[in-house]
C-alpha cells in the first residue's frame, strides 16, 4: 500500500502569499492517479486536481499541481481569503486508495 | 446536477453491524466508466477510503479493514450500500460517498455532504 506524506503540516501565510504544499509518496505513483482536495470545516472536500496538475472544473487558476514519481506539489500563487483550508493528496494504485494526513494552510 | 446522499444510523453501539446507503441522482450506477467510494473521516483527523464499486461490480477494499467491509449496489434504486461489522468506539467518524468520474483515473469529484456515526454503548 502506498503512503503519502504531506509536508508540513500546518502553513501559516498571509492573504496574497505563495503557498507550496508537498506530498511525498512512499513509492512511485503514476501522474495519471494523483489528486488534490481542499476541505474547509464541517464541509466535503472539493476536488482541486486531477492526474496531478489537471485543474477541476470551476477552480480558480491560482491553484496549481505538479510533479512527479514520489514527490508532487500543490501551489497556490496568490492566497485568497477563502484558501484557508486543509488540503489532502490522495492516490490511487494496486487497486487501492489512500489519501495523505493533510497540510492546514491558516491565516498568519 | 449530480448529487449523492449518505443515510443511515447516528449511534450504533459497540459489536454491532453499521449500515449506510448512498443515493445519487445526476448519474446512472450503470455507467461502465463510473464508481462510487467510501471514505470516513473521525473527527479532527484525515480522510480514510474505505471501498469503491464500479458498474461491472468491480470492488476494492482497504486492507486494513476488508475484513469488516462490505460494499453494494442496487443499480434500479440509484444506491450503493457499505456494511461495517462489528463497530468499535474508534471507527465514530463522519463517513462519505464520492463519485469516481473516470475508472481510469480514480479521483472523486462530486462528495456527499456526510453522515456523522457514533459509535457508542
Known amino acids: 500500500e502506498i503512503v503519502l506524506t504531506q509536508s508540513p503540516g500546518t502553513l501559516s501565510l498571509s492573504p496574497g502569499e505563495r503557498a507550496t504544499l508537498s506530498c511525498r509518496a512512499s513509492?512511485?505513483?503514476?501522474?495519471?492517479?494523483l489528486a488534490w482536495y481542499q476541505q474547509k470545516p464541517g464541509q466535503a472536500p472539493r476536488l482541486l486536481i486531477y492526474?496531478?496538475?489537471s485543474r477541476a472544473t470551476g477552480i480558480p487558476d491560482r491553484f496549481s499541481g505538479s510533479g512527479s514519481g514520489t514527490d508532487f506539489t500543490l501551489t497556490i500563487s496568490r492566497l485568497e481569503p477563502e484558501d484557508f483550508a486543509v488540503y489532502y493528496c490522495?492516490?490511487?494504485?494496486?487497486?487501492?486508495?489512500?489519501f495523505g494526513g493533510g497540510t492546514k494552510v491558516e491565516i498568519k | 446536477q449530480v448529487t449523492l446522499k449518505e443515510s443511515g444510523p447516528v449511534l450504533v453501539k459497540p459489536t454491532e453491524t453499521l449500515t449506510l446507503t448512498c443515493t445519487v441522482s445526476?448519474?446512472?450506477?450503470?455507467?461502465?466508466?463510473?464508481?462510487v467510494s467510501w471514505i470516513r473521516q473521525p473527527p479532527g483527523k484525515a480522510l480514510e477510503w474505505l471501498a469503491h464499486?464500479?458498474?461491472?461490480?468491480?470492488?476494492s477494499y482497504s486492507t486494513s479493514l476488508k475484513s469488516r467491509l462490505t460494499i453494494s449496489k442496487d443499480t434500479s434504486k440509484s444506491q450503493v450500500v457499505l456494511t461495517m461489522t462489528n463497530m468499535d468506539p474508534v471507527d465514530t467518524a463522519t463517513y462519505y460517498c464520492?463519485?469516481?468520474?473516470?475508472?481510469?483515473?480514480?479521483?472523486?469529484?462530486?462528495w456527499g455532504q456526510g453522515t456523522l456515526v457514533t459509535v457508542s454503548s
Open positions: 464520492a463519485r469516481i468520474p473516470l475508472r481510469s483515473l480514480r479521483y472523486l469529484d462530486y
Open positions: 445526476g448519474f446512472s450506477l450503470s455507467n461502465a466508466r463510473m464508481g
Open positions: 464499486i464500479f458498474s461491472n461490480d468491480e470492488k
Open positions: 513509492q512511485s505513483v503514476s501522474s495519471s492517479y
Open positions: 492526474g496531478a496538475s
Open positions: 490522495q492516490q490511487y494504485g494496486s487497486s487501492l486508495i489512500t
